[in-house]
Nanobody
Framework: QVQLVESGGGSVQPGGSLRLSCAAS????????MGWYRQAPGKEREIVAS????????HVEEAVKGRFTISRDSAENTVYLQMNNLKPEDTAVYYC???????????WGQGTQVTVSY
């Protein structure tokens, strides 16, 4: 059973930084993406960044490119999202995601709130 445990959300002022962590357990498949999505109030959930696990290739959405970095600890099955120069429009619930490629299955964490305001 796949479990994703997120941590690291919180409240910061614009220009601040946060680091999100997502520890995965119960994963017995290698062909997957791990990444982060976010959902702001009244908006659809959107992808922020992802890692193709077999190679470590990363992708970061244009809206956050240059400010957010996704990385991983393969040994710990953990993915991180370093968020710098945060803006009010980054305010959202951030969700960790595992996508099992060959079976088109998605697994989600419980979500962690990120609030950017004065």
């Amino acid at each position: 059973q796949v479990q994703l445990v997120e941590s690291g959300g919180g409240s910061v002022q614009p220009g601040g930084s946060l680091r999100l962590s997502c520890a995965a357990s119960g994963i017995d498949f290698r062909q997957r993406y791990m990444g982060w999505y976010r959902q702001a109030p009244g908006k659809e959930r959107e992808i922020v960044a992802s890692i193709y696990w077999p190679s470590g290739t990363t992708h970061v959405e244009e809206a956050v490119k240059g400010r957010f970095t996704i990385s991983r600890d393969s040994a710990e099955n953990t993915v991180y999202l370093q968020m710098n120069n945060l803006k009010p429009e980054d305010t959202a619930v951030y969700y960790c995601n595992v996508r099992r490629i060959l079976r088109h299955e998605d697994y989600w964490g419980q979500g962690t709130q990120v609030t950017v305001s004065y």
